[in-house]
């Protein structure tokens, strides 16, 4: 497994930083009719979730993947990566203000937030918390955007700080409509996370 997509996948693992009872429903559920305003309020309202998935990351070098396990509550949250680019097991785990990364080997890092702990140990400098915002379909509040909604007033595509964020599918759980499949895309480098299912705690 070469270390450089190793890295850069537990690059886009602390991106996920920050139980469940409802299951999605079928991908074939029709959408729902909201307006834009109304799906944000309602996903922005959304704390606590568990979701399992695969990620891939490719770049001009190489490329791999990984299941994807992500739990999260009131702020509260543990991610775990199984599989090639897992190399038998990553785990993130923390809160605010702290951040554990535990490697299948036994070795742990730690710091006050996932940026620093990437900074500190692999030298990349990324803006890694807003897949938070993205994994859920909304952009990143505070920062710029230019978005594109679908004909259900779903975003489509996403442009922020030089990333492209695209959104091929949506998952019915319950009265929102989460991603099913997004792709981050960045000069050399291209991540997509397909998520097969989502379970949202009592925050929905």
Known sequence: MPTFIRNVLVCFLLAIF?????TVSPPSAPPLTQTWSDRAKRL?????????????VRTQQDSGSATLN???NQGQYTIRLLGPLGAGGLKL???PGSVTLEQADGK?????????LLLKQWGYHLPVSYLRYWIRGLPVP????????????RISSLKQQGFKVEFANYL?????ELPARLTVITK??????????WDLGSSR
Do not use: Y
């Open 18 to 22: 920050t139980n469940a009872c409802t």
């Open 44 to 56: 922005n309202r959304i704390e606590s979730w568990q979701l399992t998935g695969k990620i891939a």
């Open 70 to 72: 992500w739990a999260e």
């Open 93 to 95: 785990s923390g809160h």
């Open 108 to 116: 742990r890092f730690s710091a006050r937030n996932p940026e620093e």
């Open 142 to 153: 505070g920062i710029p955007e230019r978005a594109e909604l679908d004909a259900f007033h």
């Open 172 to 176: 019915r759980v319950g009265q929102v």
């Open 188 to 197: 050399g480098l291209n991540t997509t996370i397909v998520i097969h299912q």
